[in-house]
């Protein structure tokens, strides 16, 4: 199938979800704990970066429309340097900001190719790996790159033909030791494979993952801290809210094994001590024992979990932690020993936008009533920042424009031409910002295999689909 057709089923069938009036955008979902010290809170979310501080309880949140990414991108990665620098890696290609994500710029030489996969060193933080795509006309080339100062200079450390990267990870003991996971597209089929280099990326060795006839693309999900040879792989199956397999690996990847099977698989951490790991998904946190033979429990709760993150011997749990029809959407806090959890950040406590600049305000407006409407604030008050808007208003005007996020009327009853364009962009990359599940599951889902036809990952399609815009400044 010719890639251009491929992109036109993809925009389409999103397209075709993001009328939906069930839901505006995909529910808020913690995907990277960047800080989780009680004065200093950065979580990365599908939905903007939220800074908090536990101490006051006070949180805002920076939308995602402030530096150009649509809620539906999974892959989208942020990191943080030491000077409070952010560096965000999406098919915008890799941006920069200086002051929290108010503004931004591209990073040198970057601004045409996009970032499919990033990781920082653990001891050093100024060092930063990232893979990029070049999206121009074929061949279409790949490579790894490095950047030791915050993304001020970057290089390149290998240099691939056709292949798409979607995962690297830096060992957190033995950061000599780097991992990638991608795949090797090819005009009929496409081939998985992880690859590690165990001497800072000089050289490289490479293994074959193989997949089931209807799974997806592969994703790097944890690397073992003690063991650093131990990893976690997740098999993407056709529907991400059905089990996903837990593939293993003892040796680096030459050989692979499944755990078994994680109804919406979505990630893992190892333990600091490297002797169990823990996966979190739709049916909350699962150990993952060992080290002898590791083997994966079965579930203990009926949590919904995106993200775990071990912090100082307890562990953090990002979703409906204590289950759904407790309601506590956003991070729990709970002993290792037990997986259960207590609050410890809802995200109806994030009750303020960050303030920037009017044009920021103007990108998230519509994003940020969204927000009210969806995390009502537990006192009912509105929220702090909103100018005197009631959560009954913001659904008013909600309500007086069209599906949320496409072709959205503002407050004055005017269209927003810069709203839609924002939009029509984010429906091209195959996921708007209205899309009823965030991410156009429900549609490419069903073009999974006509799309594979054609030698193209549904992965890869997302990111070139996508129509490049002017970055954000």
């Known amino acids: 199938m010719p890639l251009t057709r491929a992109r036109s089923l993809f925009a389409f069938a999103c397209a075709l979800a993001a009328s939906s009036p069930v839901q505006a955008h995909a529910p808020a979902r913690v995907m990277q704990f960047l800080s989780a010290k009680p004065e200093d809170v950065v979580l990365a979310t599908n939905r903007g970066i939220i800074y908090g501080n536990l101490m006051t309880r006070d949180f805002k949140i920076l939308c995602n429309a402030a530096y150009g990414v649509s809620p539906a991108e999974e892959t989208v990665r942020v990191a943080r340097t030491p000077s409070g620098r952010l560096l965000v890696a999406s098919s915008d290609g890799l941006q920069l900001s200086d002051d929290k994500g108010c503004t931004w710029q591209p990073a040198e030489g970057l601004d045409e190719v996009l970032t499919t996969a990033m990781a920082q060193h653990p001891s050093d933080p100024t060092q930063i790996y990232f893979a990029t795509y070049s999206s121009g006309e074929a061949p279409h080339t790949a490579s790894l790159r490095v950047t030791t100062d915050g993304g001020d200079t970057n290089s390149t450390l290998l240099s691939l033909g056709d292949e798409f990267l979607n995962g690297i990870a830096v060992a957190p003991t033995t950061p000599a030791q780097i991992y990638m996971v991608g795949i090797t597209l090819g005009p009929m089929a496409a081939a998985e494979f992880v690859a590690r280099s165990v001497d800072g990326g000089k050289t ?47 040796d680096g990847g030459k050989t692979i094994t499944s755990l078994g099977s994680v109804v919406g698989l979505d990630s893992a951490a190892f333990a600091r001590d490297g002797a169990v790991a823990y996966v979190a998904g739709l049916d909350g946190v699962q150990r993952v024992t060992g080290p002898s033979e590791r083997k994966l429990e079965a579930p203990t709760s009926s949590a ?170």
Not at 206 to 226: G, T
Not at 239 to 249: D, G, K
Not at 320 to 349: H, N
Not at 423 to 429: C, F, G, I, Q
């Open 204 to 250: 490289w060795e490479r293994h074959p993952i193989a997949l089931e006839m209807m799974e997806r693309n592969a994703k790097l999900l944890a690397v073992n801290p003690v063991k650093p040879e131990e990893i976690l792989i997740r098999a993407t199956g056709p529907e991400p809210s059905q089990a996903q397999r837990l593939l293993y690996s003892a």
């Open 304 to 473: 919904r979990i995106s993200q775990v993150f071990e912090l100082e011997g307890e562990l953090l749990a990002a979703g409906y932690y204590q289950g759904i029809e407790a309601g506590k959407d956003g991070v729990g806090i709970g002993p290792t020993s037990s997986l259960s959890f207590e609050p410890w950040m809802a995200f109806t406590e994030v009750d303020e936008e960050l303030k920037c600049s009017a044009e920021v305000e103007k990108k998230c407006k519509a994003l940020w009533l969204d927000w009210q409407i969806e995390n009502p604030p537990a006192s009912g008050r509105p929220g702090a920042s909103d100018g005197g808007t009631t959560v009954a208003d913001a659904a008013t005007i909600l309500d007086a424009g069209t599906d949320a996020g496409l072709g959205r009327k503002d407050a004055s009853g005017d269209d927003d031409d810069e709203d839609e364009e924002q939009d029509e962009d984010e429906a091209s990359a195959g996921g708007s910002a209205a899309s009823s599940d965030g991410g156009c599951s429900c549609s490419t889902t069903s073009l999974t295999g006509s799309l594979r036809e054609g030698g193209f990952w549904l992965l890869a399609l997302a990111f070139l689909s996508r129509r490049r815009r002017p970055s954000v400044h």
